[in-house]
């Protein structure tokens, strides 16, 4: 049975920094590439960061720079290390995962990040 579990979210102050983690469970997870997304009330899911099961990597304008996700297959396991938060990156992160061998989108429930003093 796939799960994803994400994990890390919580209130900082502007500038501070935050790594969310995500696992992904029942499913080849070297075969998979994750991405995050965030939501914001009011606002359409936006891609954040995304990272292919080969390892490479591509993010918004808006949090280049800023943010880095990587993985570890050993783990099952795909990081979002986010420093110099500011009160925008404000939202809902959600985590999400698609192997090469199901054309199938799977996500997790999601945690909150807000940022503000």
């Known amino acids: 049975q796939v799960q994803i579990v994400e994990s890390g979210g919580g209130l900082v102050q502007p500038g501070g920094s935050l790594r969310l983690s995500c696992v992904a469970s029942?499913?080849?997870?070297?075969?998979?590439?994750m991405t995050w997304y965030r939501q914001a009330p009011g606002k359409q899911r936006e891609l954040v960061a995304a990272?292919?099961?080969?390892?490479?990597?591509n993010y918004t304008d808006s949090v280049k720079g800023r943010f880095t996700i990587s993985r570890v297959n050993a783990k099952n396991t795909v990081y979002l290390q986010m420093n110099s938060l500011k009160p925008e990156d404000t939202a809902a992160y959600l985590c999400?995962?698609?192997?090469?061998?199901?054309?199938?989108?799977?996500w997790g429930q999601g945690t909150q990040v807000t940022v503000s003093s």
């Open positions: 029942g499913m080849i997870f070297r075969r998979t590439a």
């Open positions: 999400s995962a698609r192997t090469d061998y199901i054309p199938y989108e799977y």
């Open positions: 990272i292919t099961s080969g390892g490479s990597t």
